[in-house]
């Protein structure tokens, strides 16, 4: 295989397992003789001041905001992140791939407003390095819930209405379809992290079958 890169965004909602099956892909991906190098990160991304921020917000440490002031922090934290990290990973010696634990997909859902529509939050991230492919991990808002509570972690702020970003999720996937042309792959994720993260392979495998392990002759 010559040279290439691949860069993957793993979305879901809060609960549906979308880390742990973005690290057991991580997991199967490297020990394929296909790839060089595969690199796990996630959104928001700490090491920047808009990171900080952001987390702030989301633990309700700080109250007082709009959806466009945390629009542009998600957007400069994701800028940052492109520029910092993905983009050089990707521009390495090697084949290598990035698989990132939510981009902007979830900026659409969890920043937009009535006032503040997904188009306007998508303007903000055109300079954003465009995935290869998105996948969308559904889940049950029951499964979710259940998920969460096992994680005894204090609640974030986009945690409480489930359906409702649920609703946005399927909103915002057809809005990127349509005016962004982004390849968004809709996976079931009631199996077990094992049975998502295959499915996702298989899906990712029909993409470009270069990144298919080959079998010994």
Excluded at 122 to 140: R, T
Aim: glycine fraction near 4%; charge should be negative; hydrophobic fraction near 35%.
């Amino acid at each position: 295989m010559e040279k290439k890169s691949l860069f993957i965004a793993i979305e879901g909602l809060d609960g549906s397992g979308k880390t742990s099956v973005a690290r057991q892909l991580v997991h199967v991906l490297e020990q394929s003789n296909q790839s060089g190098a595969v690199m796990l990160t996630y959104e928001p991304h700490d090491p920047s001041c808009a990171g900080l921020f952001i987390r702030q917000v989301l633990m309700k440490e700080i109250k007082t905001f709009t959806p466009r002031v945390l629009a542009l922090a998600f957007a400069a934290n994701r800028l940052d992140h492109c520029d910092r990290e993905i983009k050089p990973w990707l521009e390495g010696d090697k084949n290598r791939i990035v698989i990132s634990d939510r981009y902007y997909l979830s900026s659409l859902v969890y920043q937009s407003s009535d006032d503040f529509p997904y188009a306007s939050v998508l303007a903000l991230n055109e300079k954003a390095k465009k995935p290869d492919i998105i996948f969308f991990i559904e889940v049950s808002d029951q499964v979710c819930y259940e998920r969460m509570k096992i994680r005894n972690q204090p609640e974030e702020l986009f945690e409480k209405n489930l359906s409702d970003s649920r609703r946005k999720y399927h909103e915002a996937i057809s809005f990127l379809r349509t005016h962004n042309n982004d390849n968004i792959v809709e996976i079931d994720g009631s199996g077990s992290i094992g049975e998502v993260a295959n499915a996702i392979l298989q899906e990712l495998y029909a993409f470009d079958s270069e990144w298919k392990p080959k079998q010994p002759a």
